[in-house]
Each structure stands twice: as C-alpha cells, then as structure tokens.
C-alpha cells in the first residue's frame, strides 16, 4: 500500500533543532524526499536520499532513513524564521510506467522568537 | 534555463463548468505529472505525461483529463466541475519518467469552484 504520514505541526525556537518526522508504507521505495511549500507558492525540492542509505547531510540539512522501521526524518540546524513553512515527505512509487511521488500531509513549521 | 510556469494563478468556476489549466514544462523536461492539493493536505498525484500520451494515472475519475503538446507543454481538463475539485493544482516536469531526483514543480493554479 501507499501512505505516507507525518506529525501535523512542529514549533521550534529560532537557533535551535527542528526534526521533522515522518513513516511510509510502501518498502519497495527507491528514493524518498523532503519538500518544502512556503505561503502561496509551489514545492521546493530540499533533499532526497536514496534508500540504501542510511544518512545524508546536506549544509544545515540532515536526513536520517531507518528502511527497517520504515521511518525517515528531517533535521534542521540552527532553525531561523526563513525555515518556517510546510515540509512534505514523499516517496517515489513506481505504478507501471509512471514514476509519481506520493506525498504526506505535511508538518507545519512555525518558529518562536 | 526557465522554470516551470503554469497559468492562470488563480480561476473562480461555477459547479458543473469545464476548466483548462495549462503548464510550460522547464526546458529539456520531457515529463511532466499533474497534481491536486486540498487545503491542508499534501498533494495527490493525477496523472503523468510522457512523449504526448499518459504514461500513468491516479485515482481521479475520467473527467479529468489531460494533454502533451511536441513541446512538452501540457494541459489539465476537468469536467463537470463540482465543489470538491477546488484545489491548488501543481505541475512538475522531469527528465524522463524514472527521474532520481524528484520533479520541479510550479507554483501552482489555485482553482474555486462555486
């Protein structure tokens, strides 16, 4: 099956970690994804890993996958104003022919002064 | 090397009116998926394009459509428009259907229905 979930919301105060979590279904999942939507706009790619590996770092940017447990999460250091937005975790899923993204509903980050 | 661009931004529709939305892929993109977002969820994949012929459809019924241009360029129809296809509707292009590296996706045409 195809489902992708994450927790609905997340406050951080600004200069501290943000972790974003996130669990998919789907095992047979090659490449798995972290977006971001600011206010108004469309998908913002941040960071992919692909599912053989465990960790990627990427700047302020950590991604962890756990395949086992099925679990993957975004940590963000040093969290400033700019990071608030809505962060979607997505997995690619081979239907047929077609590639598509299946995405989750989305963690909504707010940061506090 | 241009993003992708989709049009109209907004658009207000009356229930059981037709729309077209159209997208510019970015260029050397030959793929491009079409997605619908509801307010507060994450978006649901609709359907794909490659080389001008659907390559792969969600679960959306048949009155919603699309189309491929030689230029890559696409279009979404939806039919009989009712209240629930309000939505913010996303397009992204991509090298090839089997893309690594996720999609470039546009900003969206957010769509009302009344």
């Given amino acids: 099956g195809e489902d992708v979930e994450q927790s609905l919301f997340l406050s951080v105060r600004e200069g501290d970690s943000s972790v974003i979590n996130c669990t998919y279904t789907d095992s047979s999942s090659t490449y798995l994804y972290w977006y971001k939507q600011e206010p108004g706009a469309g998908l913002q790619l941040l960071t992919y890993i692909f599912s053989n590996m465990d960790m990627k770092q990427d700047q302020r940017l950590t991604v962890l996958l756990n395949k086992k447990d099925k679990h993957l999460s975004l940590r963000i250091a040093d969290t400033q104003t700019g990071d608030s937005a809505i962060y979607f975790c997505a997995e690619k899923n081979r239907d047929s022919s077609a590639s598509k993204i299946i995405f989750g509903s989305g963690t ?6 | 090397e241009t993003g992708v661009t989709q049009s109209p931004t907004h ?30 969820q ?3 994949f609709i359907f794909q394009y490659y080389r001008e012929e659907e390559n792969g459809r969600g679960n959306f019924p048949p009155r919603f459509s699309g189309l491929q241009f030689p230029n890559y360029s696409s279009e979404l129809n939806v039919n009989a428009l009712e ?18 590296y996720g999609y470039t996706f546009g900003s969206g045409t957010r769509l009302t229905v009344v």
Avoid: F, M
């Fill in chain 1, 108 to 113: 909504r980050l707010s940061i506090r002064p």
């Fill in chain 2, 11 to 40: 658009l207000i529709k009356t229930r059981g009116q037709q729309v077209t939305l159209r997208c510019s892929s970015q260029s050397g993109h030959n793929t491009v998926s079409w997605y619908q977002q509801a307010l507060g």
């Fill in chain 2, 42 to 44: 994450g978006p649901q």
């Fill in chain 2, 83 to 100: 209240l629930d296809d309000s939505a913010l509707y996303l397009c992204a292009s991509s090298w090839e259907t089997g893309t690594n």
